[in-house]
Structure formats: C-alpha cells, structure tokens
C-alpha cells in the first residue's frame, strides 16, 4: 500500500512530519493511491440505525472480500484551506472562514486538480462538500481555474466536522485548562458529538462517497478516468483513514488543501 498526500498549499518544509513520514522521498504535487477496505464501526461502538453491526463492513464500501481488486471508482479526498482557528489552535465555529493563507491555498488546489486533468489521470464529474463555509471556500477558489461546467456539485452535511457544540469558538489552551483533554475518547463535549455519535456519521459520509463514486460513469477508451472529489475536514479524514482505508493505525495528520486519491475496491461478479 502507498499513500501520499500532495499539499499545494505548502512548501515541503511545512508539511507535518507525520504527513510525509509514510514514504519518502517525495515529489512536490505527487499523489498516489490507497485501497478502500470495508468500513467498520469499531468493535464496541453502540449500534447505529442504518448501520452494520459494529464490526462489520458497510453497504457500499469498497471490500474486505479476499478476491476483490482496488481498481474500482477513484475519489480525491481533499481537506479544506487553512483557517485562523487552523493556524491559532481554536475550536471551529461551522461559520468559520478561510484565512489569505487558506484562499491562496484553495486557488493552488484548483491549479493542482487542473493539472491532473490535463495530464489525463482523471476528470472530475461529480464534487461533494461539506455544507461548512471553510469548505465551501476551498471548492470555490479551486473552481476558479477548474471551473464547473460538467461537474456535478453537492453539498453534504454528513461531511461536517465533528461539532464540538459550547465550545466552539474557543481555544484549545482554555479548553483544556477545564476540562483536560478534550480529544479524549470518554469526553462528551457540551452540546457537541461524542466521538462515537461522531464515528458513526463519518462512516456513513464514508457509504454516501461509495454510493455517488460507483455511480460515476464507465471510463471509455482513450478518456480520462471519471472521478469524485470530496473536500472535507481533518478529524472526518482521520475517522476514514482508521476506519475505511487500509492505513493501518490511521494518518493523523492531513494538511489544507492535501490531495489523497482513493480506489474502491472493485467488487466480485
């Protein structure tokens, strides 16, 4: 398995270690595959209407039969623009917007998912976003030099952040001052999702991905391969990466604007 995370918001001296540590060296705006395992809830987890049974594959992902092969739809996982809560370690209001750092970032996603296209390793037909404004900013700067015509764009709340509800708009350093860490797996944030409620929505943004990639349309001969963009947050992202890809132990840390292309597993006749 090789996955990377092509950054064109940042220079290579500030991507996060843990988010060039898994193969190195690497090209600036590479990007590279992983395989879709089944999506699982994690053993122990409360059953969730509409869901599996903890432990058990999710309808519509990609795998885990032994014989099925990651050549099935491509998507391109993509985290939103740098925010000042980004940048100054706060708790996100859904209203939060990009900061210049953050748009600048979003207008080199679009140059980089352009390039892709004219490369011929893809073209992007259908999008789907979180329905957050940091989010919706990413797209937008990115369309700039994408541009829309012929793609399919919705907007998808199970794509939110996890809502940490009263404390949003706070800092980590006052947070934690009262209540310790707040990342922890026992923390019930005020109003907000615990993480089990939170796990159990990304897994089902995970199935609602699988469902709109293998309706993408067939690659022809000699065309560029259809494929699902879906611009999201971290913490979704980390949920994913333990839970729907095979990254073992998870990828804990994706950069704004990282680009991560992701191949379901093609399913057996």
């Given at each position: 398995?090789?996955?990377?995370?092509?950054?064109?918001?940042?220079?290579?001296?500030?991507w996060?270690?843990?988010?060039?540590?898994?193969e190195?060296p690497?090209?600036?705006?590479?990007v590279?595959?992983?395989?879709?395992a089944?999506?699982v809830?994690?053993?122990g987890s409360?059953p969730?209407?509409?869901?599996p049974?903890?432990?058990?594959?999710?309808?519509?992902a990609?795998?885990?039969p032994?014989?099925?092969?990651?050549?099935?739809?491509?998507?391109?996982?993509v985290?939103?623009?740098?925010?000042?809560?980004?940048?100054?370690?706060?708790?996100?209001?859904?209203?939060?917007?990009?900061?210049e750092?953050?748009?600048?970032?979003?207008?080199?996603?679009?140059?980089?998912l352009?390039?892709?296209?004219?490369?011929g390793?893809?073209?992007?037909?259908?999008?789907?976003?979180?329905?957050?404004?940091?989010?919706?900013?990413?797209?937008?700067?990115?369309?700039?030099?994408?541009g829309?015509?012929?793609?399919?764009?919705?907007?998808?709340?199970?794509l939110q952040?996890?809502?940490?509800?009263?404390l949003?708009?706070?800092?980590?350093?006052?947070v934690?001052?009262?209540?310790?860490n707040?990342f922890?797996?026992?923390?019930?944030?005020p109003?907000?999702?615990?993480?089990?409620?939170f796990r159990?929505?990304?897994?089902?943004a995970?199935?609602?991905?699988s469902?709109?990639?293998?309706?993408?349309?067939?690659?022809?001969?000699?065309?560029?391969?259809?494929?699902?963009?879906v611009?999201?947050?971290?913490?979704?992202?980390?949920?994913?990466s333990e839970?729907?890809?095979?990254?073992?132990?998870g990828?804990?840390?994706?950069g704004?604007?990282?680009?991560?292309?992701?191949?379901l597993?093609?399913?057996?006749?």
């Open positions: 398995l090789k996955v990377a995370c092509s950054a064109p918001g940042y220079t290579n001296s500030e996060p270690a843990s988010a060039i540590a898994m190195e690497r090209e600036q705006g590479k590279e595959e992983a395989s879709a089944g999506v809830l994690p053993p409360p969730q209407e509409g869901l049974p903890p432990g058990t594959a999710a309808p519509g990609g795998g885990p032994s014989d099925a092969k990651a050549d099935g739809p491509m998507v391109l996982l985290r939103h623009g740098e925010t000042d809560g980004n940048a100054n370690k706060r708790l996100q209001l859904p209203t939060e917007p990009l900061s750092k953050g748009l600048a970032q979003a207008k080199l996603l679009g140059g980089a352009q390039a892709m296209e004219e490369r390793e893809c073209k992007i037909v259908s999008v789907l976003v979180s329905d957050f404004t940091r989010t919706k900013q990413t797209l937008a700067g990115a369309l700039e030099s994408l829309s015509d012929g793609r399919s764009i919705t907007e998808e709340a199970l952040e996890r809502s940490f509800g009263q949003r708009g706070r800092h980590f350093s006052e934690f001052s009262q209540y310790g707040f922890a797996e026992d923390f019930s944030p109003g907000g999702e615990t993480w089990d409620a159990a929505r990304a897994v089902s995970w199935v609602r991905i469902e709109v990639a293998r309706e993408l349309p067939p690659a022809q001969p000699g065309a560029p391969e259809p494929a699902l963009l611009i999201t947050h971290g913490l979704v992202l980390k949920v994913l839970n729907a890809l095979n990254l073992h132990g990828f804990r840390n994706w704004n604007t990282s680009i991560t292309t992701v191949r597993d093609r399913r057996p006749e």
